[in-house]
């Protein structure tokens, strides 16, 4: 089955450092993985998208890398701020669906103190 | 432009009730997704519309939810009846265009809680 595997242990990390969040995949590689962000009481937000040939995609202060290799992609925060703070899901289209379905991963909890 | 609307935020039921939600998508979306979200875990698609046709019910408890999504705009979702392992949060979300790649938009969810 596909699945997507993220860290369930919350992070906790220090304002101004940089958050890497780590999501691993099984099976065949999706032809993209996005990143959403999920503050409580609210909907998912969608962040990024990265596609299967794409091995770096950044915006502002976020970057993501796709390993098709590890089977993984690491989620980067830089300078990270208490704002930052809310549930990060990492994302997969479902195997060869042609209509967009999605996987989500359970999600990791960032925590970023001032 | 208006978000994902959905109602009602907060619903509390006996087991063995029925209950119903509601959502409004985004103007012009013709995609339609319900998901369900277990605290604790990610979303899992219940079932998506394309339009008002059915792409997607394959995790949809058939037996006891089921959805409808008349003149292809509005969206209710309902279960009859609930069980106490259908306690979760109700998430739909909308996107213009059905395939790969296109951004959903989430609505704020409607957390259920079954007693």
Same mark, same amino acid.
């Given at each position: 089955s596909q699945k997507i595997e993220q860290n369930s242990e919350a992070l906790n990390i220090q304002e101004g450092k940089t958050a890497t969040l780590t999501c691993n995949y099984t099976n065949y590689s999706p032809a993209y993985l996005q990143w959403y962000r999920q503050d409580p009481g609210r909907g998912p937000v969608f962040l990024l998208l990265i596609r299967e040939n794409e091995k770096e995609k950044r915006k502002e202060r976020l970057k993501v890398t796709f390993d098709t290799t590890l089977k993984q992609s690491l989620f980067h925060i830089t300078? /990270?701020?208490?704002?930052?703070?809310a549930t990060y899901l990492c994302v997969r289209l479902a195997g060869? /669906?042609?209509?967009?379905k999605l996987i989500f991963g359970q999600g990791t909890t960032l925590q970023v103190k001032p | 432009e208006a978000g994902v609307a959905q109602s009602p935020r907060y619903k509390i039921i006996e087991k063995r009730q029925s209950v119903a939600f509601w959502c409004n998508p985004i103007s012009g979306h013709a995609t339609l997704y319900w998901y369900q979200q277990i605290l604790g875990q990610g979303p899992k698609l219940l079932i998506q519309f394309q339009n008002n046709g059915v792409?997607?019910?394959?995790?949809?408890?058939k037996d006891r939810f089921s959805a409808e999504r008349l003149k292809g705009v509005d969206s209710t979702l309902k279960i009859?009846?609930?069980?106490?392992?259908?306690s979760a949060v109700y998430l739909c979300a909308s996107s213009?265009?059905?395939?790969?790649?296109d951004t959903q938009y989430f609505g704020p969810g409607t957390r259920l809680t079954v007693l």
């Open positions: 300078a /990270s701020q208490p704002a930052d703070s060869s /669906s042609n209509t967009g | 792409v997607d019910d394959s995790q949809l408890p009859q009846p609930a069980k106490l392992e259908d213009s265009r059905q395939g790969r790649g």
